[in-house]
């Protein structure tokens, strides 16, 4: 059985008492699935710890955005974390983590600023200042992240280096259901027609990449890719090359660099978002 804490000082109090062992955490905003699934079957046989935190985070949202509606489902996820080997989950009320008058926010000011940082101006914002709340709790010794959400680990990588934090990061490749669709807790948005249609983006990445790895110049590769998926009944927000981890747009590939090939598009009311990354 894992312990569950909601309070900040039962976490501290749990947190003084694993002196002398190495701790991991898995931050997620709970409705877990697949995913989250083998980021704690990747960073469990690594630390004698692992702590799982579970709080839908309001600052990582927009004012039109998602936050009401993002599903919730502490019963699951605990049963889920539990069968994975989670010890420790850490599931805080809003006052627990933002009391009355918490007035701080932690900003990356360089990678968050494209790609999704351009479609959601509070989101990276929201993210490292509660990431950072929550590495300062846990100490963490390892924190596993999705490559799902690519820009948030170059992001959060970006916070650690600047602030010489020393927890280190474990990046967790994306889970992918069998037809291709990227794993997320928004894919139960998706009503039975959308779902069929939504693997769509997934593709979309693919036969970019291979058009670029043929000769098709970036921009031109890019372009077709956005019409296809918007004459598919995508509205896409960005399809876009970027150098990794430093998420400088690129426009050519040069050999021996790495990129990541990025995409969001919403389809219905849902929006994804997926990528590819490669060495060219
Ligand atoms: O990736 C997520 O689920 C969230 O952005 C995170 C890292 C838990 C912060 O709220």
């Known amino acids: 059985m894992a312990e569950v804490f909601a309070t900040v000082k039962d976490l501290k109090a749990w947190r003084r008492k694993q002196d002398g062992l190495r701790v991991g955490i898995v ?19 690594k630390v004698d710890r692992v702590v799982m935190t ?17 599903p919730r489902a502490f019963e699951s996820d605990v049963k889920l974390a539990e069968s994975k080997g989670v010890d420790t989950i850490f599931a805080p009320s809003l006052e627990e983590i933002y009391p009355e008058g918490f007035s701080t926010r932690v900003e990356e ?32 010794h390892l924190a596993a992240f999705g490559k799902k959400d690519a ?3 170059y992001v959060i990588q970006k916070m650690i280096e600047d602030l010489h934090m020393s927890v280190e990061l474990l990046p967790v490749e994306t889970v992918r259901e069998a ?49 296809e998926l918007d004459r598919h009944g995508f509205k896409t927000q ?17 050999h021996s660099r790495h990129y990541l090939l990025a995409v969001a598009a919403y389809l219905g009311a849902t929006r994804l978002i997926d990528n590819l990354e490669f060495e060219f």
């Open 54 to 70: 579970l709080f839908v985070n309001p600052k990582q949202f927009g004012p039109s955005e998602d936050f009401d509606r993002y």
């Open 179 to 227: 037809d291709g669709l990227a794993m997320s807790s928004r894919n139960a948005y998706l009503s039975a027609e959308e779902r069929e249609r939504a693997p769509r983006v997934y593709r979309e990445l693919n036969h970019a990449l291979d058009r670029m790895r043929a000769g098709m110049g970036v921009e031109r590769a890019l372009s077709e890719a956005k019409m």
């Open 238 to 254: 960005y399809f876009d090359l970027r150098t990794v981890p430093d998420l400088s747009e690129a426009r050519s590939l040069e």
């Open 109 to 140: 000011q360089d990678r968050s600023k494209p790609l999704c940082g351009i479609f959601r101006p509070v989101f990276f914002g929201g993210i490292t200042t509660v990431v950072l709340k929550l590495f300062h709790l846990v100490e963490p």
């Open 151 to 153: 820009q948030q680990y």
């Open 27 to 45: 931050p997620t905003m709970g409705a877990l699935h697949a995913g989250h699934g083998t980021l704690i079957e990747a960073i469990r046989p």
